[in-house]
């Protein structure tokens, strides 16, 4: 086998150059019986020559002009099948083949030189140089033929068609489910497509940079289409009133709906003429203490994001505790009657000595107060001072006549979805006063989640538009158990790092983890990276070319690779989504990841960025007058709090003792 290996190319090329001798010595007999009357001219005829002439002369080769010359090309051909060239990446099929044509239309057109006026000699002379010039060139162009590679790699530089995968073409809906439609494009071909999230209740989470399209291409859709059928919504509009206008006049449009919300609210701080009040803390929420502790670590976390990292903590906790008795004993002062976060800010302000003897009046907060009390009596100010000053410091930040119009008002409540009274409520924020505004939002929120989590109640969608500018503890348990409840968590991040930043590593990898539904636009770095690696990997093709000075080899091979790897995502365009959904049992889905771009769908009636809306009603008209007369009220009812309740312990002998001086 060895031998014969070694033998076969050297047997190609003699066979290769026989042909090519052959093919030279018919043309030279061409010459010599077509121009023989030169020849002898020039004397280049011989006796034996001539014999041999006239014995081929009797096969009938030259029975026509143009059958050596045939003749010759073909065994041409023959010799060029195995010419092997070193390979030119850079040459292509269309030189060497306008060559070849060249040189056969010279070939073919030569004869004319016989046609001429000139004698004989002359004549011959510039046919045979024509002729054999016009050889030459399909020769070299032949030659040529055999350096083109003829087995091209694919084109694709950046192997985007490599890495595209069949999708959902099919729209999958049911009564809860958001369909966003999409186009994407596979095998060449741009096809149409749809994005079913079948399950909201298992959380959709929208990542995407700033400018990458996640409020315009999808939490608007999640928006309208969740108020269409009939949700009851909490919306959290990080830029108000760009989500809450959306929302405003896709209720108008379909309130008439039956199934429908029945009321629509809105809060923000910025203009209070367009702002229902809304209380927070309301006593008929709190039904015990640690409502208030919740309530407590959810406000000072918003005020101080760095304590997120130090719970546990001693000089974060007890400033917590501090919050809570003050919270609680308001909600127990006259059943309620000043229990609101305005009240508080002022209450914690009250000198230590008669704010704790007013406490200890509730004997369930004062196991709370007691460490306080101890610090106080002991004269360790400075320990009394770390455990107290920094919630009062933190706090006193809220005192603005503004926040107290709104935090002490009670247009609505916060269940809503109440079956007899569901309810949309969109909280405004403000990016230029994140730090104070956030806390009050996150307070809201986690209110508002306690009556929303319970069973028994309506379908709701609770969207969070920039998730962490606001602080919403336990959040993780929120995507995993209320589900059961029917309640559908949208949150929206720019990226995971953002969140980590804010939530700290190990809260931010759970939300990121647990959430069911992902639609992420254009992101970078470890966000890429860890959503690449969820989204799978495809069968994708890979050629290898390798040339030498004699033979070019192709090696063509499937190979398991990232469906969407990092880069891709990283150059995603505005409008360009990448993700993954979550199903049912009953609504099985068999192409779960996506990558596509979508596609606004204005005849559903989803109102374009320039068309024109309604603008939110004023609620009522409220002048600067009534925002300061409520801001001096509020102080005025602490102040008769500890004027009464000391009055109260003074006249009474069974509450004297509980009077701290010292």
């Given at each position: 086998?060895?031998?014969?290996?070694?033998?076969?190319?050297?047997?190609?090329?003699?066979?290769?150059?026989?042909?090519?001798?052959?093919?030279?010595?018919?043309?030279?007999?061409?010459?010599?019986?077509?121009?023989?009357?030169?020849?002898?001219?020039?004397?280049?005829?011989?006796?034996?020559?001539?014999?041999?002439?006239?014995?081929?002369?009797?096969?009938?080769?030259?029975?026509?002009?143009?059958?050596?010359?045939?003749?010759?090309?073909?065994?041409?051909?023959?010799?060029?099948?195995?010419?092997?060239?070193?390979?030119?990446?850079?040459?292509?099929?269309?030189?060497?083949?306008?060559?070849?044509?060249?040189?056969?239309?010279?070939?073919?057109?030569?004869?004319?030189?016989?046609?001429?006026?000139?004698?004989?000699?002359?004549?011959?002379?510039?046919?045979?140089?024509?002729?054999?010039?016009?050889?030459?060139?399909?020769?070299?162009?032949?030659?040529?033929l055999s350096r083109v590679i003829h087995q091209k790699i694919s084109g694709d530089?950046?192997?985007?068609?490599?890495?595209?995968?069949?999708?959902?073409?099919?729209?999958?809906?049911?009564?809860?489910?958001?369909?966003?439609?999409?186009?994407?494009?596979?095998?060449?071909?741009?096809?149409?497509?749809?994005?079913?999230?079948?399950?909201?209740?298992?959380?959709?989470?929208?990542?995407?940079?700033?400018?990458?399209?996640?409020?315009?291409?999808?939490?608007?859709?999640?928006?309208?289409?969740?108020?269409?059928?009939?949700?009851?919504?909490?919306?959290?509009?990080?830029?108000?009133?760009?989500?809450?206008?959306?929302?405003?006049?896709?209720?108008?449009?379909?309130?008439?709906?039956?199934?429908?919300?029945?009321?629509?609210?809105?809060?923000?701080?910025?203009?209070?003429?367009?702002?229902?009040?809304?209380?927070?803390?309301?006593?008929?929420?709190?039904?015990?203490?640690?409502?208030?502790?919740?309530?407590?670590?959810?406000?000072?976390?918003?005020?101080?994001?760095?304590?997120?990292?130090?719970?546990?903590?001693?000089?974060?906790?007890?400033?917590?505790?501090?919050?809570?008795?003050?919270?609680?004993?308001?909600?127990?002062?006259?059943?309620?009657?000043?229990?609101?976060?305005?009240?508080?800010?002022?209450?914690?302000?009250?000198?230590?000595?008669?704010?704790?003897?007013?406490?200890?009046?509730?004997?369930?907060?004062?196991?709370?107060?007691?460490?306080?009390?101890?610090?106080?009596?002991?004269h360790a100010n400075q320990q009394l001072e770390g455990q107290i000053a920094s919630?009062?410091?933190?706090?006193?930040?809220?005192?603005?006549?503004?926040?107290?119009?709104?935090?002490?008002?009670?247009?609505?409540?916060?269940?809503?979805?109440?079956?007899?009274?569901?309810?949309?409520?969109?909280?405004?924020?403000?990016?230029?006063?994140?730090?104070?505004?956030?806390?009050?939002?996150?307070?809201?929120?986690?209110?508002?989640?306690?009556?929303v989590n319970q069973k028994g109640r309506q379908k709701s969608s609770l969207v969070?538009?920039?998730?962490?500018?606001?602080?919403?503890?336990?959040?993780?348990?929120?995507?995993?158990?209320?589900?059961?409840?029917?309640?559908?968590?949208?949150?929206?991040?720019?990226?995971?790092?953002?969140?980590?930043?804010?939530?700290?590593?190990?809260?931010?990898?759970?939300?990121?983890?647990?959430?069911?539904?992902?639609?992420?636009?254009?992101?970078?770095?470890?966000?890429?990276?860890?959503?690449?690696?969820?989204?799978?990997?495809?069968?994708?093709?890979?050629?290898?070319?390798?040339?030498?000075?004699?033979?070019?080899?192709?090696?063509?091979?499937?190979?398991?690779?990232?469906?969407?790897?990092?880069?891709?995502?990283?150059?995603?365009?505005?409008?360009?989504?990448?993700?993954?959904?979550?199903?049912?049992?009953?609504?099985?889905?068999?192409?779960?990841?996506?990558?596509?771009?979508?596609?606004?769908?204005?005849?559903?009636?989803?109102?374009?960025?320039?068309?024109?809306?309604?603008?939110?009603?004023?609620?009522?008209?409220?002048?600067?007058?009534?925002?300061?007369?409520?801001?001096?009220?509020?102080?005025?009812?602490?102040?008769?709090?500890?004027?009464?309740?000391?009055?109260?312990?003074?006249?009474?002998?069974?509450?004297?003792?509980?009077?701290?001086?010292?």
């Open positions: 086998m060895a031998s014969s290996t070694t033998e076969n190319p050297h047997a190609l090329h003699r066979i290769t150059d026989m042909s090519r001798m052959i093919s030279l010595a018919l043309l030279a007999l061409h010459y010599y019986y077509y121009c023989y009357q030169a020849f002898a001219v020039w004397q280049l005829t011989t006796p034996i020559t001539d014999r041999i002439l006239g014995q081929i002369l009797q096969t009938g080769l030259f029975s026509s002009f143009h059958k050596t010359k045939l003749a010759a090309l073909l065994f041409l051909g023959i010799s060029l099948l195995g010419a092997k060239g070193k390979k030119d990446e850079k040459l292509s099929m269309s030189t060497p083949l306008l060559w070849v044509a060249a040189g056969l239309s010279s070939f073919h057109g030569c004869a004319l030189a016989l046609q001429t006026a000139l004698d004989g000699p002359p004549a011959a002379a510039a046919y045979i140089f024509w002729c054999s010039a016009s050889f030459l060139v399909i020769l070299v162009g032949g030659s040529r530089i950046f192997n985007a068609d490599n890495e595209t995968f069949p999708q959902q073409q099919a729209l999958l809906q049911n009564q809860y489910s958001v369909n966003l439609k999409a186009r994407y494009r596979h095998d060449g071909k741009t096809r149409e497509s749809w994005i079913n999230f079948i399950n909201p209740f298992r959380g959709i989470l929208v990542v995407g940079s700033p400018g990458s399209g996640k409020t315009y291409y999808v939490i608007r859709h999640i928006i309208n289409q969740h108020i269409q059928k009939g949700f009851s919504m909490f919306i959290y509009d990080f830029k108000f009133d760009d989500l809450t206008r959306i929302a405003y006049n896709t209720w108008l449009n379909v309130r008439e709906n039956g199934q429908v919300a029945k009321a629509f609210y809105y809060v923000n701080f910025d203009d209070l003429s367009r702002s229902h009040r809304c209380n927070p803390l309301d006593p008929d929420s709190m039904t015990d203490i640690s409502d208030a502790a919740e309530s407590a670590r959810t406000i000072l976390m918003g005020l101080n994001r760095e304590w997120i990292r130090r719970q546990g903590d001693f000089f974060v906790e007890s400033p917590i505790n501090f919050l809570t008795a003050i919270i609680w004993f308001l909600r127990k002062y006259q059943n309620g009657a000043f229990c609101t976060l305005p009240h508080v800010v002022e209450l914690m302000q009250t000198e230590h000595g008669k704010l704790f003897s007013v406490l200890r009046t509730q004997k369930e907060i004062q196991v709370l107060i007691n460490p306080f009390i101890s610090a106080y009596l002991h919630a009062q410091i933190s706090m006193a930040r809220l005192s603005s006549p503004a926040l107290y119009y709104v935090l002490s008002g009670n247009d609505f409540s916060l269940d809503i979805n109440n079956p007899s009274e569901p309810k949309i409520v969109c909280m405004g924020n403000n990016p230029g006063k994140i730090m104070t505004y956030g806390a009050v939002v996150s307070l809201y929120i986690s209110r508002l989640i306690k009556a969070f538009d920039e998730f962490p500018t606001v602080y919403l503890n336990h959040i993780d348990s929120l995507i995993a158990t209320a589900r059961q409840n029917k309640v559908a968590t949208t949150l929206g991040i720019q990226d995971l790092s953002q969140l980590r930043k804010d939530y700290g590593r190990e809260l931010a990898d759970v939300v990121m983890n647990i959430t069911g539904n992902i639609i992420c636009g254009q992101v970078t770095g470890e966000t890429a990276k860890q959503l690449s690696e969820r989204f799978g990997r495809i069968n994708q093709d890979r050629t290898s070319l390798s040339i030498n000075r004699s033979d070019t080899s192709i090696s063509r091979s499937k190979q398991l690779d990232a469906a969407i790897p990092p880069s891709r995502i990283a150059a995603l365009s505005a409008g360009e989504f990448v993700g993954m959904c979550a199903d049912n049992p009953d609504q099985p889905l068999e192409l779960k990841t996506f990558h596509c771009t979508l596609v606004n769908d204005q005849k559903k009636g989803i109102d374009d960025k320039e068309a024109i809306q309604k603008a939110l009603p004023i609620v009522r008209k409220v002048s600067q007058q009534v925002i300061e007369a409520n801001y001096r009220q509020i102080k005025e009812d602490v102040e008769a709090i500890i004027f009464s309740e000391m009055e109260r312990m003074l006249s009474d002998p069974e509450l004297a003792h509980l009077i701290i001086s010292r």
